[in-house]
C-alpha cells in the first residue's frame, strides 16, 4: 500500500516567491495533518481536517499561510509570500477515524527560502 | 492543555546493549494513545510502537518495548539489542482518542549508537 506522498521533496525558492507543497493521503484515511519542523521550535503542528473540514488552524503562522482540501484525498499547503524564516521541513501526515488513532507521516517537504 | 516531555536530550549506546528513553505525559483524559516515532537523518518520521491507555500489557514490537505506567503518565521506550541503524532522533507523542485529537510530541531524544 502506498504511503502519505509528498511533493516536492526539495524546494529552494526566493524571498516573495509562492510556494505550493502537496499531500496526497493514504487511500481511505480521512484525517489530515501539516507539520512543520525547525531545530528552534521543533515539530509544530499547522493545521489539521477530519473529513475534508479543518478543524484546528491555530497553528497556521499568519495570513501568508493557507491549506485546502479540494478533495478527499489531496491537499495543498500554500506559502504567499515566503520569507527566510519559513524555511523548514514540512510534513503531511494522514490517519483514519476510529481505528488504530495512528497518524503516518509522509516522506517530507523541505523547503529552503532564500 | 496536553504536553509530552523527554528529559533525555541525547542518550548514547553501545552496540548490541540495551537502552531506555524516558517519556512523561500530563493529561486529564483517559482514553489517549501513545506513540514512540523514529526519525532518522533522513527525516521521515517512523512509526516505533504504539500504546492504548486502556490496555494494561506493554505493546512490544520486535527489539522495542514500552513500559506503559499509566498512574505515573510515564511510557519508556526500551531497544533491545541495539543496533547501528537504531541511531535516529526518537520522539514520544500523545493523541487523545476521538476525531479531533492530534498528536503532541516531546522535543524528542538523539541516540547514537557506538561500534
Known amino acids: 500500500d502506498a504511503g502519505v506522498i509528498q511533493s516536492p521533496r526539495h524546494e529552494v525558492t526566493e524571498m516573495g516567491q509562492e510556494v505550493t507543497l502537496r499531500c496526497k493521503l493514504i487511500?481511505?484515511?480521512?484525517?489530515l495533518f501539516w507539520y512543520r519542523q525547525t531545530m528552534m521550535r521543533g515539530l509544530e503542528l499547522l493545521i489539521y481536517?477530519?473529513?475534508?473540514?479543518?478543524?484546528?488552524d491555530s497553528g497556521m503562522p499568519e495570513d501568508r499561510f493557507s491549506a485546502k482540501m479540494p478533495n478527499a484525498s489531496f491537499s495543498t499547503l500554500k506559502i504567499q509570500p515566503s520569507e527566510p524564516r519559513d524555511s523548514a521541513v514540512y510534513f503531511c501526515?494522514?490517519?483514519?477515524?476510529?481505528?488504530?488513532?495512528?497518524?503516518?507521516f509522509g516522506e517530507g517537504s523541505w523547503l529552503t527560502v532564500v | 492543555a496536553q504536553t509530552v516531555t523527554q528529559s533525555q536530550p541525547e542518550m548514547s549506546v553501545q552496540e548490541a546493549e540495551t537502552v531506555t528513553l524516558s517519556c512523561t505525559y500530563d493529561t486529564s483524559e483517559s482514553d489517549y494513545y501513545l506513540f514512540w516515532y523514529k526519525q532518522p537523518p533522513s527525516r521521515q518520521m517512523i512509526l516505533v510502537i504504539r500504546?492504548?491507555?486502556?490496555?494494561?500489557q506493554n505493546a512490544t514490537e520486535n527489539r522495542f518495548s514500552v513500559n506503559f505506567q499509566k498512574a505515573a503518565k510515564s511510557f519508556s521506550l526500551k531497544i533491545s539489542d541495539s543496533q547501528l541503524g537504531d541511531a535516529a532522533m526518537y520522539f514520544c507523542?500523545?493523541?487523545?482518542?476521538?476525531?479531533?485529537?492530534?498528536?503532541?510530541f516531546g522535543k524528542g531524544t538523539k541516540l547514537s549508537v557506538k561500534p
Open positions: 487511500s481511505g484515511h480521512n484525517s
Open positions: 481536517f477530519n473529513n475534508n473540514v479543518p478543524i484546528d
Open positions: 501526515a494522514s490517519s483514519i477515524t476510529g481505528t488504530s488513532w495512528t497518524i503516518y
Open positions: 500504546q492504548e491507555a486502556y490496555k494494561q
Open positions: 507523542a500523545y493523541r487523545k482518542s476521538g476525531s479531533q485529537g492530534n498528536l503532541i
